[in-house]
């Protein structure tokens, strides 16, 4: 049996990692200090979910949602059908 590819819905990472990065905008929080204050072992994997090029799990959005002190539920609130 060959490996299932993995799902990647492009429009919702986008309106997500918008949605981060509009928040952070709000709190002058930059790329790089969100990348320092992750604590991820790679920060390029960081500015890679901030551009929206790749899918990332919910317990980065928990991190994410730490870093910016607010609930995770906000980074969802757009228009999605």
């Given at each position: 049996m060959g490996r299932k590819p993995n799902y990647k819905n492009q429009a919702f990472i986008d309106?997500?990692?918008?949605?981060?990065?509009?928040?952070?905008?709000e709190q002058d929080i930059t790329q790089e200090e969100?990348?320092?204050?992750f604590?991820?072992?790679?920060?390029?994997q960081i500015?890679?979910?901030?551009?929206?090029?790749?899918?990332?799990?919910?317990?980065?959005?928990?991190r994410f949602a730490k870093i910016l002190?607010?609930?995770?539920?906000v980074f969802l609130d757009f228009n999605w059908e």
């Open positions: 309106k997500v990692s918008s949605k981060i990065l509009e928040l952070a905008d969100i990348a320092e204050l604590q991820a072992d790679d920060n390029r500015g890679r979910v901030l551009r929206g090029e790749t899918n990332f799990g919910i317990s980065e959005l928990e002190k607010v609930h995770p539920k």
